[in-house]
């Protein structure tokens, strides 16, 4: 086996079947990365040595009967804010730069059990704050497709990754677009699944109202077989929950990946709204005209189509931002150097030791946020600004529910723009925070949403449409998700 040639699920088809074996897929994705990774540096971390231990084990345990996945087999990217047993876990940041946990995130174990190589972690913005990749302590993940523009993030180093053909299938998170985003800048296909129905036990915390570990990879039927994979009850996790007793999308995807047919390609009676705020004048020209054609490729196949309003969208940036940065603030308040990660060299008693370890261990945009989560937290300030932004999200959510009883599905872009080049958002942080126009509403709403490539701008980087659903709508996002990727692959 010479490179990644195919996608996940053919590649798990060919393992069983002794066409491929284990040990070769990890060959080629290590060759993939000696190749490629010194110019994009999607990974910090190479578990080389273990990779190659556990292909001999899963070899055995597919020949025994021991593992039954379809993706047994197939190497894997993790984020490095997604804790692994036994390897390092970083966040991208000084302040866990030697920090190996002892136990590995629920999202992990269930694909270990399932028989998926892990072949290293990857890059991302510093405790996933960022939209780039840019503010990882450990350097810039690059655009596989112009290594002058960004990944995106915070998933940039996953996105990057898959993008590249390091691997085919990775891990990452997503708290205000961190999935979709750069899978729509690197050209990949990523999924935020609803609030809950992957355990957030073992990711180490941003925004816990927020976070949501999901798939990405080359095509939508390996993101949903590896949501079958995730999507487990986990009592670790009090806001996970049991996905089997809903209208399942096991049986469906299982349906549609093996098979491609044509009855799943039929729209009819499917309502689709592309709300205007998210192609307005603001909105880069190619980026617009992507949106424009997926909706008309998806009225071809029978759905009805037709514009809508998502009248609260002005205020999602700043709802967004004050939810995360005030969660930020708490959840970043353990990093002390007290217990374990960064502590400073040089300082004179407890309370200097806590500064330097805090302003030394953690990047500027890290200190940023945490400055502004705990102002609006403060005596003061909390019911002026943190509350007021509990209230906007409320109503948020209630504008989405309303949009989801008039429609099954929304189109829209992922990001404003194609991938900006390196160094531009960094100059400016507002800019950076407006490229997630288009994502943060999802999460504010514990909804999900798929993005998928669909063309490129005229610089030649990708563009990518995003499909958004009601709460438990991954089926019908697969649905037609299926069908854009088809279309998109026959233009």
């Not at 990365?33 to 080389?48: M, N, P, S, Y």
């Not at 996905?243 to 390609?265: F, H, M, Y």
Request: a negative charge.
């Amino acid at each position: 086996m010479e490179r990644m040639r195919w996608d996940a699920l053919s590649l798990g088809e060919k393992i069983r079947s002794g066409e491929v074996s284990v040990k070769e897929a990890v060959d080629a994705a290590y060759r993939a990365i000696e190749e490629k990774d010194a110019k994009v540096h999607a990974f910090l971390t190479l578990t080389r040595e273990e990779a190659y231990r556990r292909a001999e084990e899963v070899q055995e345990g597919i020949r025994k009967g021991l593992y039954s996945s379809r993706l047994a087999g197939v190497p894997i990217a993790v984020k490095d804010n997604i804790c692994t047993r036994g390897v390092r876990t970083t966040c991208a940041s000084r302040m866990l730069e030697n920090f190996v946990p002892p136990y590995s995130a629920t999202a992990w174990e269930l694909l270990e059990r399932e028989g998926l190589i892990l072949i290293g972690k990857t890059n991302m913005d510093e405790f996933a704050m960022g939209s780039t990749t840019e503010t990882s302590a450990f350097g810039s993940t690059k655009n596989p497709r112009n290594l002058e523009h960004v990944a995106g993030g915070s998933s940039g180093g996953s996105c990057a990754a898959v993008a590249a053909g390091e691997v085919l299938v990775a891990l990452g998170s997503d708290t205000g677009g961190s999935i979709r985003q750069p899978s729509s800048y690197c050209g990949v296909t990523g999924l935020k699944p609803t609030y809950g129905t992957v355990s957030r036990s073992g990711l180490v915390a941003y925004a816990s109202s927020l976070d949501q570990i999901g798939p990405i990879a080359t095509s939508v039927a390996d993101c949903a077989a590896l949501l079958e994979l995730l999507a487990k009850k986990d009592e670790r996790d009090s806001t996970s929950m049991d996905r089997s007793d809903l209208a399942g999308i096991g049986e469906t995807v299982r349906e549609w990946s093996k098979t491609v047919g044509e009855q799943e390609k039929n729209l009819v009676g499917v309502r689709v709204g592309v709300p205007k705020e998210y192609v307005n004048e603001h909105v880069q020209p190619e980026v617009r005209r992507a949106v424009e054609e997926a909706a008309e490729a998806l009225a071809l196949r029978g759905a009805e189509v037709e514009s809508c309003s998502l009248a609260l969208s002005e205020y999602v940036i700043p709802t967004y931002y004050l939810i995360a940065c005030a969660e930020a603030s708490s959840n970043l308040e353990r990093f002390d150097g007290v217990k374990y990660g960064y502590r400073s060299k040089e300082y004179q008693g407890l309370h200097e030791m806590y500064k330097k370890s805090r302003s030394e261990g953690f990047g500027e945009e890290v200190k940023r946020r945490i400055m502004l989560g705990t102002f609006v937290l403060s005596s003061g300030y909390y019911d002026a600004y943190y509350l007021k932004a509990l209230r906007a999200k409320a109503l948020i959510k209630k504008e989405f529910d309303q949009l989801f009883s008039r429609y099954d599905l929304l189109l829209g872009p992922a990001a404003p723009t194609t991938a900006p080049k390196l160094g531009t958002s960094l100059q400016d942080p507002m800019l950076m925070y407006l490229s997630d126009i288009d994502t943060v509403a999802v999460n504010l709403a514990g909804l999900p949403a798929l993005t998928l490539p669909w063309s490129e701008d005229a610089a030649g980087l990708p563009v990518g449409v995003q499909i958004l659903a009601d709460c438990f709508g991954e089926k019908k996002i697969f649905r037609a998700a299926s069908c854009l990727e088809w279309d998109s692959k026959r233009r």
